[in-house]
């Protein structure tokens, strides 16, 4: 049950079906299953930072997969994007399926392979995906849990209630490669009837109780870390009332009643564990979902990164300050900064813009492609340097990106502009857009 890569041709993807469309669009706001206070987000802003829409999917009873795009995600609104419900997929029934974030769907077959998938039309629910599939390991069957946080980290709690690490990565493109240490033991005794991630090393469990449990791993990136002080802490309590309970990211959960009807929750406090929730949690955001098996949200659709990045809105570079922010240009202090925030090792950053497009080149994770909680670079001269950074905290279906940036007029300022990489856009803090890098273990 190593589940070690092996590269295999590539395999088609789900094909075009005629199957009916299934619209669980939102109709109304109900009571919680699970009693949380109110509280302030953690990071200080009344609201997650997520991508709009956040894609959610559910596999129909003749294997169709459905695409879903809620426009509430961030506050608990019961608003859906139009085409949702749209048949995006056939012939995913038999396998397990789970989301790897930022569109990437990863399913364990029958005879126990990984396969990686990627979905193109993950912001407008269109039929459309990268390739045909690929397969990305073997010996997967094992698991008795298998779920992702997100830019490739991988968990698999085995038979014995063993939790164990991995980090494709390879996850942007579909190749078959593997962090070293992959299939490492990280913990023990994970014996939840529901295991779930919110990114960040962000792990969530269900006991036999209906307790909701709080952890977070330390290194999602390198495998080489412990757990966060409160691992462990019970966040909720009557959560044995879902049948299926998943992530879109940032504290963003949500959960299948016994009715059919899909909840909305927000943890406040995903990096820290208390038990905080958000006002309004448990609204009733959709309807009929019990007809759907094993749905799953974007689990990066969300990011905490963002929220934090947000919560600094109008402030200057000495207040409350940014790593060397009062004493330099300091647009990437300020996305190094929210980085940290977040549990992102910057130990190959420095006080560059340019630094940033560097790190994307030199850990595979820079494209063409935002993701909320990515780092968007301006102006990069080709060799070392770059004229500005800023964090990227809302993806659009029209294709506007908004960014936070430090240093902008000397100060903490949001911006809604073209998200094309290669133009310098309308209402851009600086251009041309060079690209976009996502931090490892986000």
């Given at each position: 049950m190593s589940g070690t890569a092996m590269p295999q041709a590539a395999r088609r993807v789900a094909t075009r079906t005629a199957a009916a469309l299934l619209s669980a669009a939102a109709l109304f706001a109900g009571s919680s299953f699970l009693a949380a206070p109110a509280a302030q987000a953690a990071a200080g802003v009344s609201s997650a930072s997520c991508s709009s829409p956040t894609a959610l999917y559910g596999i129909s009873s003749d294997g169709a997969l459905h695409w879903y795009g809620s426009t509430g995600a961030a506050t608990g609104a019961s608003t859906w994007a139009s085409g949702s419900g749209n048949?995006?997929?056939?012939?995913?029934?038999?396998?397990?399926?789970?989301?790897?974030?930022?569109?990437?769907?990863?399913?364990?077959?029958?005879?126990?392979?990984?396969?990686?998938?990627?979905?193109?039309?993950?912001?407008?629910?269109?039929?459309?995906?990268?390739?045909?599939?690929?397969?990305?390991?073997?010996?997967?069957?094992?698991?008795?849990?298998?779920?992702?946080?997100?830019k490739g980290v991988i968990y698999g709690v085995d038979t014995s209630g063993n939790l164990h690490w991995y980090r494709h990565t390879g996850y942007l493109d579909g190749t078959s490669s593997w962090a070293s240490g992959a299939g490492k033991t990280i913990g023990w005794s994970w014996d939840f009837s529901k295991v779930f991630a919110g990114g960040n090393g962000v792990i969530y469990g269900i006991d036999s109780s209906g307790a909701l449990h709080w952890y977070r791993y330390t290194d999602p990136a390198g495998g080489n870390g412990g757990w966060a002080s409160g691992a462990g802490n019970t966040v909720g309590t009557g959560w044995d009332g879902f049948s299926q309970v998943f992530s879109a990211g940032d504290g963003v959960i949500y959960g299948v009643g016994g009715d059919g009807n899909l909840h909305w929750y927000r943890h406040n406090d995903p990096m820290g564990g208390s038990w905080s929730w958000a006002s309004g949690a448990g609204t009733t955001v959709g309807w009929s979902w019990n007809g759907l098996a094993q749905p799953f949200a974007d689990v990066q659709g969300c990011s905490v990164i963002a929220d934090y990045a947000r919560s600094q809105l109008g402030h200057g570079p000495c207040s409350p300050g940014y790593l060397n922010s009062c004493s330099e240009d300091w647009c990437a202090d300020f996305a190094m900064w929210a980085w940290q925030q977040a549990g992102i090792s910057t130990s190959d950053l420095d006080a560059g813009a340019g630094s940033f497009y560097r790190y994307g080149r030199s850990k595979g994770t820079l494209s063409n492609t935002p993701h909320v909680g990515d780092a968007v670079v301006f102006g990069w001269d080709g060799s070392w340097n770059a004229k500005h950074v800023a964090i990227v905290t809302a993806v659009n279906a029209n294709g506007t990106i908004t960014s936070v940036g430090g240093n902008e007029s000397n100060s903490v300022r949001t911006d809604t502009y073209a998200s094309a990489v290669g133009g310098w856009p309308s209402g851009a803090p600086n251009g041309p857009i060079s690209g976009y890098v996502s931090p490892l273990g986000d």
């Open positions: 048949t995006v997929g056939s012939s995913w029934n038999g396998l397990t399926v789970f989301s790897g974030g930022d569109g990437v769907v990863y399913a364990v077959h029958p005879d126990g392979t990984l396969w990686w998938y990627h979905h193109d039309g993950v912001l407008n629910g269109s039929f459309s995906w990268a390739n045909g599939g690929v397969q990305v390991g073997t010996g997967w069957g094992g698991f008795t849990h298998v779920f992702s946080g997100g």
